[in-house]
């Protein structure tokens, strides 16, 4: 999940104390009514969760198994020959099923001897510095409804199916997760609003939307383009630019449509020197002094 203020649907209490999840009007679950109790019940589900409880268990239903079963057998063929070599590694190691949805408590419990990152459930909206700086403890926050079966191949919101095929795949990997566990630290080390949206437009643009060259081919390791067959089979085709601190730091992007513009590292190593490096030691000021030279005109050397 990202930018979670800009895209998640609100969250309205009712009288009985369930939870109604606001859909917008473009939602393609709006005219829905039995996509729209699911996604109340699944909302009310995690949002009763407390510290120290498992995750809930979403009892999923055969349509809603379906809509996984049809992402994930057009994402096998779209990873081989569009995912960088580190995601299919992860892939390989998670070995998430094919024909029913995971409950989140599996995976965590898949990934505890891998690299002991944990799911916790996301009702909605999770505010960005505990979305950010949980990842410094390995906890991650995770939707668990599934995108509506209209649109299988795209959704404008991040899902289960994002968080578990696209981040989970990555949270297998230890290469990876250290990239997330220093923008957790990150998050935790600054103090204004600034330096955090900073960190978060960098994240969005490596963790969620990054590209790499490998092999003389682009290739994905973003989650939110690997989630998604439909974005995965274009990503190529669309403006590519160098990887960029200043740029993704301070580039707004709109989380609701395929992306416009993707910055490409020249290897997995290349990201973990350049953003890994920025995350492990950025602070308030030397943020404050980026965006000072975006400002500027200036470009930080690749
Ligand atoms: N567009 C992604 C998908 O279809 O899987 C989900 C999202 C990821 C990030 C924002 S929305
Ligand atoms: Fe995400």
Redesign the pocket.
Known sequence: ??EEAQ?FAPLRERADGTLAVELGRGHPGFADADYRARRDTLATLAAAWRPGMPVPTADYTDAEHAVWAAVSAALVPLHRSHACREFLEGKEILGLPHDHIPQLAEVSATLRPLTAFTYRPAAGLVPLDLFYGSLAERIFHSTQYV?HHSVP???????V??EVI?HGTTLAHPRFTALYELAGAAARRVSTPEALEFISKVFWFTL?FGVVWQGGELKAYG??IL??P??TAEFRDIAIRPLDLVAMGTTSYD?TAYQPLLYAAESFSHVEDVVGGFWATCTDASIADLTARSAAGLRTPA
């Open positions: 999940m990202f895209y995108r191949l795209y959704t404008p919101e991040p899902d199916i994002h696209g969620e989650a939110g989630s998604s439909g974005e989380i």
